[in-house]
Every structure is written in C-alpha cells, then in structure tokens.
C-alpha cells in the first residue's frame, strides 16, 4: 500500500508566511510610488499656475498672480490656486494729504521712535476741510494688504507700506484718520521741524497714490492639487510678511479669531509651550509685465513651497525626522520642495535634502537624526531628477 506524498502543516505555515511576507512588501513598495507619484503630480500643478500667472503678466502687460487658497479644516495647508489681477491704485493730487511727525515728549525735536503718519479728513472736524481730501477709512477694504502708499504719486514718487490707525494716542490738529508708516520717511525741508508737522499740504508731498488690493481674475478656474496632497505652510519657507507667530502655553491658545490661530506643534525651545500661527490673507504671488514677483514678498527672499502628503501634514510630522527607531514620527509619503526665486521668477522643483551630518542643536559635526536642512538641493539649484 502507498503512501500519499503532501504537505505538513509546517510547510503550509511557512509558505502563508513567506506569502504573507511578499505581499506587504509589494504594498509597502507600491503605496510609496503611489504617493511619490501623487507629488510629483501635484509639483506639476502648482508650478503650472505659478507660471501661467507670470505667462499672464507678460502678455496682458499688467500684474497678474496666484492666491494661494486655504484647506478650511486646516489653515496650515493650501490645496489650491486662484488667478489673481491688480485693480491699480487710486491717486489723489496735491494737496489731499498732509504728513506729520507726532512728538511723544512734546518738544521740537521728533525722536526716533516716532512714527510718521499720512493724515486726510473724514469730516468728523468743525467746519470744511481743505478740498480735496482723503477718507481713508471709506475705502480702507478696497486696500491692498498690506498697505501700500507712493509719495508723491507719479513717477518721481516712493513706496512706503503703511497700516490703518486712529489719532490716538497722538493729538492731531483736526480730523482723526489716518496711515501709519511701517516703513522710514526722509524729513523733507527742515530735518528739526518747530512743530509736529514735517511737511504740510502745500508741499510737493501732499500727493500719493495707494494701492488697490488683487481681485480674482474673471472667467478662470480655480486651481486645486491632487486629491490628498497638499502644501504645508508651517514646514515651508514663505515670507514673513504671511503670517504672524506666538509661542505659547496650550492653554493660552486664542480661540474665535480669523483667520484662526492654528497650533503648528511643540515648540522646541521652550518646554510645555506649542507654537501657533496666524496667517494673513489673502497670500498673493504677483507677476510683473517682466516675468519677475512684484510687491513687498519680491524682497524677503526665495519662496520654498513643502508639497507633501495630506495625512503627514495633518500628523504634523516633520519632514526632516529621520528617527527611524519610532516610526510612528517617520513621515509615509515624499516631500518636494517647489521653488520661487522673486527677483527672476524662476519656478523649479526640488528634491528634500535629507542628509544628516550636522547636530541642528549644538552646529558641530555629527549626526542627530534630523536632516540639515531640506532646502539645501533648492538653495544649491539641484533640480530633482526623476
């Protein structure tokens, strides 16, 4: 009598096993090129509406731009675009605006903490005021944030930004409205004036022209990145000009504000404490008729866009976590870093540069287990290769 050949359970246990072993290999390998891909895509996107914005500028010979839009669950991420234009500027002529330069220790000599401001009238005064005039809080919506003021308007003019304030707590002559100066003014025939006033409304620099804020381009689309990829803010390099931020205890989180204030992580220096931040928008990228990015972001530098996987960034897991002994911090998807060089317009994308030779700590030679810095192929101009 034969025996019939087969299988012990062993067997059958090591080959589900091995089974068992390959697939999750092959899903490991296959979700991660899934998400790379989903990147690479998403890279494309927003390069594409960055440099259709600026193809827009050069062609309609006026500023066009980009808004970046918020995902409305999380304003640390932007899953979208929006086409932008200028709507100008409004210029008022000589004689509608008066500057002065308030006296805290009311002497004659204007210290240097003083702040310079652009006064017009909104009727709140006795009598009539000198015409023409600016109500600057009638139309203080419409401005551009932030604010933007050419004095004297015309060709001969200099911007300066400025922000929106009441008298208080300086005293004025009459009228109560009026842009305070973020940005120094050069005293203009006396630089020690007798009184508050620098320059009056009969001088050549009681004209301006202020800028209007961006409007959404008619008959275009918005603009949205592939479905569960995003860029994230907090673990980009975006102007300071964007966004303010606090370093707080939990509990002393603000609640109820808008744009809301948004808990970016713990904060690495202070113990107990987590970083929050608010961002201000609208977040505008704007082109000039020469292709390069105009208004106050064009100075503060390159722009370095993290295009990443959604549910990284909403894990709020660093990017440049290379700790390989807790996974559950090691992000699962790639990051891309998208490039914006203002003074070009330049838009290219980049690989995260995850090596690790420095301690971010201490700066001395040494590994850490945090990459150097992500940005390096971007600030080297080593474009990604796949």
């Not at 998400?35 to 600026?54: C, Y």
């Not at 409004?90 to 903490?113: A, C, F, H, V, W």
């Not at 700066?363 to 990459?371: E, R, V, W």
Request: charged share 15%.
């Amino acid at each position: 009598m034969r025996r019939r050949s087969g299988f012990t359970l062993t067997e059958l246990l090591v080959v589900i096993a091995i089974l068992l072993l390959l697939s999750t290999l092959a899903f490991a390998v296959f979700g991660t090129g899934k998400s790379s891909d989903r990147m690479r895509s998403g890279a494309r996107s927003a390069q594409s509406a960055l440099l259709g914005a600026k193809d827009r500028a050069m062609h309609a010979r006026d500023l066009r731009g980009v808004r970046l839009t918020f995902d409305q669950s999380n304003f640390n991420l932007v899953n979208g675009f929006v086409y932008v234009q200028s709507l100008g500027t409004l210029t008022y002529p000589q004689g509608s605006i008066q500057l002065e330069r308030p006296d805290q220790n009311q002497d004659t000599n204007p210290e240097s903490s003083d702040v310079l401001i652009v006064r017009g009238f909104d009727g709140s005064e006795p009598g009539n005021p000198q015409l023409p005039f600016v109500a600057f809080l009638q139309f203080s919506a419409a401005f551009a944030s932030p604010g933007r003021i050419k004095i004297p308007a015309g060709g001969a003019g200099q911007w300066f930004t400025f922000s929106i304030g009441q008298s208080a707590p300086y005293i004025l002559q009459q009228g109560n409205e009026c842009l305070v100066l973020a940005t120094p003014f050069p005293q203009a025939l006396n630089p020690y004036p007798t009184f508050v006033i620098a320059d009056d409304r009969s001088s050549g620099f009681s004209s301006c022209e202020i800028q209007l804020a961006n409007d959404v381009l008619p008959f275009h689309q918005p603009m949205t990145l592939p479905s569960g990829c995003v860029i994230d803010l907090y673990r980009s390099q975006i102007p300071p000009a964007w966004y303010s931020q606090q370093s707080v205890l939990p509990n002393n989180v603000p609640q109820g504000m808008t744009p809301p204030w948004v808990i970016c992580g713990p904060d690495p220096a202070v113990a107990g404490n987590v970083i929050i931040r608010q961002y201000l928008s609208p977040m505008d990228i704007m082109f000039s008729p020469r292709g390069n990015v105009t208004g106050t972001i064009s100075a503060m530098g390159a722009i370095f866009l993290c295009i990443r996987d959604m549910r990284d960034a909403t894990r709020q897991l660093d990017p440049a976590n290379l700790n390989f002994t807790n996974t559950s911090l090691i992000p699962q998807g790639d990051t891309l870093i998208l490039a914006l060089y203002p003074q070009t317009g330049l838009v290219q994308t980049f690989e995260a540069d995850l090596t690790d030779n420095r301690n971010n700590s201490t700066g001395n030679t040494g590994a850490d287990q945090i990459a150097d810095d992500i940005f390096n192929f971007a600030k080297l101009g080593m474009a990604a290769s796949r």
